[in-house]
């Protein structure tokens, strides 16, 4: 693992380096290692939290491949296991800020008592706030809800979901950003899923950055929720 790190890092160090897509940036790559270690002389857990995202830009349209796995023990018992792999596309094809949107995501959830976890659905997306280094998006949509949970309990609905987005970059030196998603369900108001990632990032260099992220995941039917605080180190490289 340390010897693909290091060949990653040095290739990436070779690319050229923008700050964001624009008129002749057509692919982003960004991996994120971090986690969290606690040990005394009566407990010992530990976090690793890692995501890998892929994007492509072609004119009016961007599409994105987005994968987290989130593993954890504590006292030798097995606290998280938590994977999520998002293909999602943003097409810009009328109004300034408006752009429509698609999603197909797979999740498994030790923590969320998740076996499988299939979604997929459309909707719209306007830029409240479209500056360079500040973003506030809103987005609204339907999407399908097919699961298997860990009571071996399968079914099947559709859902509302709403996402805030905000991206803020401080004299490109100190970044936030965050995804919060809530998806209520049509059929049933106390079937609901949060989600919340937000991180703190501080540039080293344009492209790598020291991370602290806050992650805050709950399915409500299944009565589980996990927060979950981690630090480590981002690479992102626009070319």
């Known amino acids: 693992?340390?010897?693909?790190?290091?060949?990653?890092?040095?290739?990436?160090?070779?690319?050229?380096?923008?700050?964001?897509?624009?008129?002749?940036?057509?692919?982003?790559?960004?991996?994120?290692?971090?986690?969290?270690?606690?040990?005394?002389?009566?407990?010992?857990?530990y976090l690793l939290?890692?995501?890998?995202?892929?994007?492509?830009?072609?004119?009016?349209?961007?599409?994105?491949?987005?994968?987290?796995?989130?593993?954890?023990?504590?006292?030798?018992?097995?606290?998280?296991?938590?994977?999520?792999?998002?293909?999602?596309?943003?097409?810009?094809k009328t109004f300034p800020h408006f752009y429509y949107w698609g999603l197909l995501n797979y999740a498994t959830s030790f923590s969320l008592k998740i076996n499988h976890q299939t979604q997929a659905g459309l909707g719209i997306a306007y830029n409240l706030i479209d500056k360079e280094n500040f973003n506030i998006n809103i987005s609204d949509g339907v999407l399908y809800d097919t699961s298997n949970l860990l009571?071996?309990?399968?079914?099947?609905t559709f859902r509302n979901s709403f996402r805030l987005?905000?991206?803020?970059?401080i004299k490109d030196l100190i970044l936030f950003e965050g995804n919060n998603f809530l998806q209520n369900s049509f059929a049933n108001g106390s079937d609901y899923i949060i989600r919340s990632t937000n991180k703190l990032?501080?540039?080293?260099?344009?492209?790598?950055?020291?991370?602290?992220?806050?992650?805050?995941?709950?399915?409500?039917?299944?009565?589980?929720e996990n927060l979950n605080l981690t630090y480590g180190i981002t690479i992102d490289q626009y070319f």
Do not use: E
Not at 64 to 76: A, I
């Open 1 to 45: 693992m340390k010897v693909l790190l290091t060949c990653i890092i040095a290739i990436l160090y070779y690319l050229p380096v923008r700050a964001q897509f624009n008129d002749s940036t057509y692919y982003h790559l960004g991996l994120s290692a971090t986690g969290s270690l606690n040990k005394t002389n009566t407990s010992d857990a």
């Open 49 to 92: 939290n890692n995501g890998l995202n892929f994007g492509v830009k072609k004119k009016d349209a961007v599409l994105n491949f987005n994968s987290t796995w989130l593993y954890g023990k504590q006292n030798r018992q097995l606290s998280n296991n938590d994977f999520s792999s998002t293909l999602n596309f943003n097409l810009y």
């Open 151 to 156: 009571a071996d309990d399968r079914y099947d």
């Open 165 to 169: 987005q905000y991206r803020m970059l």
């Open 201 to 224: 990032g501080i540039k080293l260099k344009k492209w790598i950055s020291l991370t602290s992220s806050l992650n805050y995941n709950r399915m409500n039917i299944t009565r589980s």
